[in-house]
Structures are given as C-alpha cells and as structure tokens.
C-alpha cells in the first residue's frame, strides 16, 4: 500500500489541476468540450444518461487511477508501454464523449 501513496497523491494533484483548468476552459465556450478532453468518462456519463452523480465519480478517480495502473507495472520500458496504451485509451474516450455530446 506504500508503494501505491505517492501515486495516488500525485493523481489526485493532477486531477486538481486538471478541473481548474477545465473550469476556466469551460468559461471560454460554455460547452462541454473541456470537460470531454480533461476528464472524458465524466463526459460520457453526463451525456448518456444525465448522470451527475456517478459522473462525479469517475472525475474524481480517472487521474488516480492512471497512476496506480502506471504505478504498479515494474520496468521502466513497460511503464512507458502502460502510459502509451492508457493513452490511447484516454484518446478513444474522448472522442466518444465529443460524439455523445455533438448536437
């Protein structure tokens, strides 16, 4: 458990960061774009079914997630792999959340 602290204190860091920035990008447009790019499972969620709540959830844990996943994989070559294919992963997601929300 140790191990997994300094990532999910940095996660939780990042995802901090990453809401302020999304809350001054949002000023900008007034649309959900921001969002969709920062934090795209929230996106997602708030566009399929209204769900704030459960939304709320996946913002607060997406950054900390990644880092316990890029955290726990050992090898710097496969930590590099991880990051790349959370990534990717991210880049999909967004892309989703960009259709869901395209009126």
């Known amino acids: 458990m140790k191990r997994f602290l300094v990532p999910i204190l940095v996660g939780i860091v990042v995802a901090v960061f990453s809401l302020f920035l999304t809350v001054f990008s949002v000023g900008a447009c007034h649309c959900v774009t921001p969002t969709t790019f920062f934090f795209p499972y929230a996106a997602i969620m708030l566009g399929v079914n209204n769900g704030d709540s459960i939304g709320l959830v996946f913002l607060a844990a997406q950054s900390p997630v990644y880092s316990i996943i890029v955290a726990s994989v050992r090898g710097r070559r496969r930590r590099v792999l991880v990051a ?6 991210h880049t999909a997601a967004v892309v989703i959340g960009l259709r869901v929300h395209r009126h």
């Open 84 to 89: 790349m294919v959370l990534l990717a992963i």
